[in-house]
């Protein structure tokens, strides 16, 4: 039975396209197809990466629709081009706080939130000179003390021995701590937060015909975008640029996904607004726990 390479356009007989190698398959991905590429990715360093990355920045929403469209060989994987843009931030990041600490300054993460706080907020101890605490730190001992008689006995003094060294480090370097350990761990948070955002995506554009898969291509090239958008900043060391690009970065994902998913600005925005929302509260939630697991478990 003849076929027709999705790749190519070229009818052949038999598995493979003898023009360029595709092998035959339905042009919507599975996840068996996504899985095993993650797990051959590492071992396969062959692809047209750099013209990948370079369409990747500058056509939004390209890769993902081409690869949606069957032509596999066309541009990298979105596995491969993911795990490399990934690799790239981490690494650029923990370059960049190496280099501050051994400048003894913040790290990157408190520098860049630090822009978005009022000047009085970013004090050391923001206490009232009379050495009373700060309205919000006093807000946050009533509130610590709430949660630990709603706990149980066993738990709540669990908790307390836990905490015990808090009280001997100031707010700042708690704050410091804890960005420090995100920055660390963050290829483990998108790697919770990737196959979470594909499903919230994937109910957003309900009855379009594109699978869990489909979406989750996606948000792989949208990861992998705002993961070189990001690094700018780090290697500039430059944090005042960080939230800017970061608005650039959600930018590009309405422009991708009206390209990808072939919808109106209108739908591809109404659908981002209600996406960034979710996205943003299980991110925090995510954050959090790095953050207790942070003070609860000090190296």
């Known amino acids: 039975m003849s076929k027709v390479c999705l790749n190519c356009g070229t009818v052949f007989e038999g598995l493979y396209c003898p023009q360029c190698g595709q092998k035959y398959g339905p042009a919507m991905p599975t996840t068996s197809e996504i899985a095993g590429e993650l797990l051959r990715s590492a071992l396969s360093p062959s692809g047209k990466l750099l013209e990948s990355l370079r369409t990747l920045l500058l ?30 931030f981490v690494a650029v990041i923990s370059v960049n706080n190496s280099i501050r600490t051994w400048q ?10 630090n822009f978005s706080l009022r000047p ?117 060391n430059a944090p005042v640029l960080y939230f800017p690009l970061a608005v650039l970065s959600m930018i590009w994902s309405v422009i991708a996904a009206k390209h990808a998913f072939s919808v109106t600005w209108w739908g591809a925005i109404w659908r981002y607004v209600l996406y960034i929302f979710p996205a943003m509260i299980v991110s925090t939630v995510a954050g959090i726990a790095f953050a207790l697991a942070t003070v609860l478990f000090p190296n």
């Open 59 to 88: 056509k939004p929403g390209t890769l993902t629709r081409v690869y949606l469209a069957g032509q596999r060989l066309r541009y990298a994987h979105p596995v491969r081009v993911y795990l490399l843009c990934m690799f790239a």
């Open 120 to 236: 009085e907020n970013t004090k050391p101890d923001a206490a009232k000179s009379d050495g009373e605490p700060s309205t919000a730190r006093q807000a946050g001992q009533e509130t610590g003390k709430a949660i630990a008689q709603a706990l149980p006995t066993w738990l709540s003094s669990w908790l307390k021995a836990r905490t015990q060294h808090l009280s001997e480090l100031q707010a700042r370097e708690i704050h410091e701590k804890t960005m420090r350990a995100m920055s660390k761990n963050y290829s483990a948070l998108f790697a919770f937060l990737v196959p979470v955002m594909a499903l919230l995506n994937w109910m957003l554009y309900a009855g379009r015909g594109l699978t869990y898969a489909a979406h989750f291509v996606f948000v792989l090239h949208a990861t992998a975008a705002g993961c070189l958008i990001l690094t700018i900043p780090y290697i500039i």
């Open 104 to 113: 003894g300054k913040p790290s990157f993460e408190v520098e860049s939130s």
